[in-house]
């Protein structure tokens, strides 16, 4: 079972108060209309299963009920960082050590165990 | 009563507590702190299993977890049984009962033993898929009776009488298992400040300090064991928990804890203060640092006969005798490839008994312990091994011959000895388990011929988990272990002062598994890889030669390492068999894959308290007792508990449902009654865009929607189906108060509030559930209006308050909104009050209502009179498959909006503008009496060769007592241009329904009935 870091309510909680919503960044077309059926199926069907790092759309349902997003790696189930909407992913596919500047704080076991230790502190 | 191989002293049992249980109706003695195995080898109980799939005798092998066949049904009476529990990991206590899990009719006399006599040579791997194979539908018919002779343990007939428990734990460091690594690293851990749970699957915590022949500061290591205890127990920050398996690594350190807390006890928890005490109890745990001291678990060697009751674990061997006071037998004859092995040897002499000799793998073998045993004037036959216990119900000799490992073959003349007990030892496989569980692949270590782990990300190990095995460097490793652990979680680690061990001087081991016969393989009596599934080394060489490369593959073809063990005493010796036969090393085979459970857990404490009014919430609306009091029958509509009718008792007669939903329905259409909407989801939405989102989400206009007005509305996903419906009110220009179907409201919420936040974040917009806030009731029928007129100070005239209308006022006294909408098709009125309120209004309308003879109507007459006008129930009528226009509710449509609203733009994708979709439509049966059935297939072509295409289905099907007949609604392809047809329903009983295709409508199509 997942150990989430909400972004909103700045704490640890269990997956069973969060709901999976899927892919993360599938922006709505802003001019439907105009789209093909292709793009338009596209938009609505087709998803990526990458085998490793993924960036999910996650919502704390029982909680502060805000969608946020998540990068996982989907074979290690392993959560590099939770951020919120509008914020861009410093973990991906392409940049795997999240190795640029800025970007969200990470949300690993280590950093867990400091934000414990901080409020133990 | 005498117990023939109880020693007269020793062992950490408690002599002057007596206690008498009985295994297979015999009646046995044993003492405190035995487990069931300890007592019954005290006995003399040589018996008790028969095998798998060969019924042969089997006897207790092991000491622990690893114990393949002592496995019972524990437990006498239907309801408080067992099954599958390992006799070596259940204490022993005053009146416990056990049985064989298999034999008939008994273990001593089993007539399937015959069979597995005659038919052994006959029953290779895939014996019964490929005999029973044909004809394919016969296997159901053999699967009965192959299960009924085989099988392990029975699932109890009758309700559980005990309760279990769950609890949520956190803690900075959770040590699993309580031997030296695992104690070391827990006082290491909380002298450094952490907060430390450490638990134990056995009855007692030490492990191998319980029965070890080594000393700690020069006193016996169990003292050091207790003094560690003693100060982690006197630790607040610290929680022990003996017989306590971790079952289940789970992702992010989440370790799931099976704590049996009065198994020790009874067969039942015992009362305490009147209170039943939990029998087990879940510990769901997240823990900042796992430490996995599991230990390792001895490995048996392979041999001819080696599955015959006496022959045993060489550790277990010695676990019996220096803990229990027992030993399981007279003459000992012990094969080995290891120095360890050595320590029963010394055991078996300690307790006064002979050993007969000792066949040694490996050439001149000179450790410490074997030249203890050599001084004692006992036969060493080196670079030899046991090749063949010989017996039929318990060991009576062993043939002994030199073998040549490499060549895989006997090199010398084979000796026979007699003897009743075989130890035999390959060496140590670390339990390695859990740090598998999330899927890290262990790896094989040539060094200590074994796997281990390779850890997931908060796991550290110590001990002989990883193959620390020597005592000194075990202490040592789980007390560096515990500081890492302490410091990873924010602590300064503190050094904790180790005692001194006199360290032992070993000789290097030897890779052994399976060994060699004078015949080959294949034609030797049977040796025995996996004994809970039947597996030989025999039935792995031969699936090898078959095909079958991969350990995955021969595993499922054999069922080597399935049932309670999981293959933890014999899936390594499996797979050096497989890569020898493969001529492949073994990590080249593969690693086998271990997954939850560990040891298998009862389902009472994977459920907890979730279970009978506990498991799953129920939700009453405010009226609830007053449904009750007047009979009401109750329908789950979710969680919610809805009044389903209303059976009157009439002439000393309870009316039957059908009798009860014809006379609320007449009531309804002549007359009046009142419905409990209360359930129907709310969503109060403010915002100054608050307009501008329905127009987005619905699928129908709202830009011009007057406040004190109402519409309807339906909702579609972006693939233009239809998700839910429901009326939305405007309450003021920035407030409005939607309504969702009961079950869909929660779903609606969310679904507006993705839309809100990650599409459209600049609208101006919240949403609050306000479904427990305000109690719904709905009264309809012809005289509706003069009820609530005797009630209500609101204008009701039917110019000034019209259809589709709400107003604000108060009914009975009490501020309320009240809704001019009807989901019967009669003039209807939606009372909404307070939920506390609700009942004083609901008596107010019945003291006023009698004179019109009120009545209560349930969920099943509201179905009936909503599809007699045609009105859809989305989930119902809907599958997700289902555009607005298969409805037919073009109606509903805003196709000229600006927005391009959701679900809008895939309404003109192919095949949603297919012309043969399925649509709705209502059918008429050609007999009235008859009711079609809800998800009846639909054909054309009843003369049709089997598969007829199936061309629609039923989604609602009622008898009306207003048309006194049968009546659907249904989809059905290209069903609006097939009005007046006729079609079909072939049942499965073989009668065809015939039915004509009508409008959906079947009441009043003008609606002038609610517009009165």
Redesign the interface.
């Known amino acids: 079972?997942?150990?989430i870091y909400c972004p909103y309510c700045e704490e640890w909680r269990?997956e069973e108060e969060f709901?999976a919503?899927g892919q993360a960044h599938i922006?709505?077309p802003l001019?439907?209309?105009s789209?093909s059926?292709e793009e338009?199926?596209d938009?609505?069907?087709f998803r990526d299963n990458p085998r490793g790092i993924h960036h999910e759309?996650w919502?704390h349902?029982v909680g502060c009920?805000?969608?946020f997003n998540i990068t996982r790696n989907t074979?290690?189930?392993?959560?590099l960082e939770t951020y919120k909407?509008?914020e861009q992913p410093r973990f991906t596919a392409e940049n795997p050590n999240g190795e640029s500047q800025g970007g969200a704080a990470s949300a690993?076991?280590?950093s867990?165990?400091?934000s414990?230790?901080e409020a133990?502190a | 009563m005498r117990q023939p191989n109880r020693l007269n002293q020793g062992g950490r049992i408690d002599r002057s507590q007596r206690l008498t249980f009985t295994f297979n109706g015999q009646t046995y003695q044993g003492y405190a702190g035995d487990t069931l195995a300890s007592a019954l080898l005290a006995n003399g109980v040589d018996i008790v299993n028969r095998s798998f799939k060969y019924s042969r005798a089997r006897g207790i092998v092991a000491a622990g977890a690893e114990e393949p066949n002592a496995v019972v049904q524990l437990g006498e009476s239907a309801a408080e049984q067992v099954p599958n529990v390992r006799a070596t990991q259940q204490a022993l206590f005053q009146g416990l009962s056990a049985r064989s899990t298999n034999g008939w009719p008994n273990v001593q006399r089993d007539l399937m033993g015959m069979i597995g006599k005659l038919g052994g040579k006959m029953m290779p791997p895939g014996f019964y898929y490929k005999t029973f194979m044909a004809p394919a539908s016969m296997w159901m018919t053999y699967e009965r009776y192959i299960r009924k002779s085989a099988g392990l343990g029975r699932s109890p007939s009758e309700s559980d009488p005990d309760i279990y428990d769950h609890m949520h734990q956190h803690c900075d460091v959770l040590v699993i298992g309580a031997g030296p690594a695992g104690l070391a690293a827990a006082l290491t851990a909380s002298r450094s400040g952490a907060r430390v749970i450490l638990c134990d699957e056995q009855e007692e915590m030490g492990g191998s300090l319980l029965s070890s022949r080594q000393t700690l500061d020069e006193r016996p290591a169990d003292k050091w064991a207790s003094d560690v205890l003693e100060e982690l127990a006197d630790n607040p920050d610290v929680t022990l928990l003996p017989r306590t398996t971790a079952n289940g690594y789970h992702d992010h350190n989440f370790v799931t804890l099976h704590e049996r807390r009065t198994e020790h006890l009874g067969h039942t928890a015992p009362s305490v203060a009147g209170k039943r005490q939990v029998r087990s109890r879940m510990h769901r745990v997240r823990a900042g640092r796992v430490v996995l001291a599991s230990g390792a678990h001895e490995r048996p060697l392979v041999y001819a006969g080696n599955d015959i009751p006496g022959n045993m674990l060489a550790s277990a061997v010695s676990t019996y005798i220096r803990r229990y006071g027992v030993v399981p037998g007279n003459q000992l004859v012990l094969s080995t490839s290891n120095d360890d092995g050595y320590q029963a040897a010394l055991d078996w002499l300690e307790a006064g008994r002979e050993v007969v000799a000792i066949a040694d793998s490996r050439q001149a073998p000179k450790g410490e312990l074997v030249e203890a045993v050599r001084a004692q004037g006992v036969t060493i036959i080196e670079g030899a091994a046991v090749i063949e216990a010989q017996g039929a119900n318990r060991v009576k000799g062993v043939r002994i011959a030199p073998i040549d490992v490499a060549g895989f073959r006997i090199s010398g003349a084979v000796k026979e000895f007699a003897c009743d007990t075989v130890a035999s030892s390959g060496g140590f496989s670390p339990v390695i388990h859990l740090a598998s569980h999330t899927g890290s692949r262990p790896q094989w270590n040539d060094e200590l011929i074994g796997f281990i782990p390779t850890l997931p990300k908060g796991m550290l190990v110590a001990g002989g988990a990883h193959g620390v095995y020597e005592l000194a460097e075990a202490l040592q490793d789980g007390a560096n272990v515990g500081s890492q652990a302490a410091q990873e979680t924010g602590f300064e680690a503190v050094s904790v002062m180790l005692p001194s061990v006199k360290a032992r001087s070993d000789g290097k081991a030897m890779a052994l598994f399976q060994v060699p016969h004078d015949k080959p393989t294949l034609r030797a009596p049977k040796q025995f890889v996996d004994l809970q599934n039947d597996v030989t080394a025999a039935a792995i060489e031969l699936a090898t030669r078959e095909g079958f490369e991969s350990i995955e593959h021969v595993k499922r073809y054999t069922a080597m390492g399935f049932g309670t063990d999981q293959g933890k005493l014999g899936n390594i010796n499996g797979m050096a068999i497989a890569a020898r036969c493969l001529k492949r090393s073994i990590p080249e085979v593969g690693t086998t894959v271990f997954r939850p459970n560990y040891t298998p857990v009862t389902f009472g404490a994977i459920v907890g308290r979730h279970c009978r009014e506990l498991f799953d919430p129920e939700r009453y609306t405010a009226l609830h007792q007053w449904h009750v009091e007047h009979g009401a029958e109750f329908e789950d509509v979710g969680q919610w508990k809805r009044p389903w009718y209303f059976p009157r008792t009439v002439n000393g007669k309870r009316e039957t449902m059908h009798e009860a939903v014809a006379r609320e329905c007449r009531a309804v259409r002549e007359g009046i009654g009142i419905l409990d909407a209360s359930t129907l989801g709310k969503i109060d939405i403010q915002g100054p865009d608050t307009r501008e989102f329905l127009g987005r989400v619905y699928t129908n206009k709202w830009a011009k929607l007057p406040v004190g007005k109402v519409r309807y509305g339906l909702m579609c996903k972006d693939d233009g189906m239809v998700m839910d419906d429901g009326t939305t009110s405007c309450l003021a220009e920035d407030h409005f108060l939607m309504t969702t179907s009961t079950g869909g409201a929660a779903a609606v919420l969310e679904w507006l509030e993705l839309w809100h936040q990650t599409e459209w974040p600049e609208l101006d917009v919240t949403f609050s559930s306000v479904t427990d806030h305000w109690a719904t009731m709905t009264i309809t029928g012809p005289k509706a209006r003069d009820l609530l007129a005797e009630l209500s100070d609101i204008d009701l005239d039917r110019e000034a308050f019209r259809f589709m209308d709400w107003r604000e006022g108060k009914v009975a006294g009490v501020p309320a909104r009240v809704f001019r909408i009807s989901f019967t098709g009669e003039l209807a009125y939606e009372i909404n009050v307070q939920a506390r309120a609700a009942m004083h209004v609901w008596k107010a309308l019945f003291a006023h209502g009698e004179k019109y003879d009120l009545t209560p109507y349930g969920t099943e007459t509201m179905h009936v009179l909503r599809a007699e006008k045609g009105f859809i129930i989305a989930g119902q009528d809907t599958d997700g498959s289902v555009t607005p226009e298969d409805l037919g509710m073009q109606w509903a449509v805003g196709y000229d909006k600006p927005f391009s609203w959701i679900g809008k733009r895939a309404l003109t994708r192919p095949d949603t503008a297919r012309k043969d979709r399925k649509q709705m439509v209502g059918l008429k049966p050609k007999d009235s009496a008859v009711v079609l059935e809800e998800g009846a297939q639909i054909v054309f072509d009843p003369g049709h060769a089997i598969p007829m295409p199936m061309m629609g289905h039923v989604t609602s099907s009622y008898y009306s007592p207003t048309l006194d007949s049968g009546f659907a609604l249904a989809l059905v392809k290209g069903g609006h241009e097939r009005m007046g047809q006729t079609v079909y329903l072939p049942m499965a009983d073989g009668k065809v329904h015939e039915a004509e295709i009508v409008s959906p409508i079947f009441l009043d199509p003008k609606g002038e009935r609610q517009n009165v």
Do not use: N
């Open positions: 079972m997942f150990h269990e709901h919503k922006q709505r001019d439907p209309e789209c059926d338009w199926g938009y609505l069907f759309l919502v349902a009920r805000k969608f074979q290690s189930y392993v959560i909407m509008g690993d076991l280590d867990q165990t400091a414990v230790q133990r």
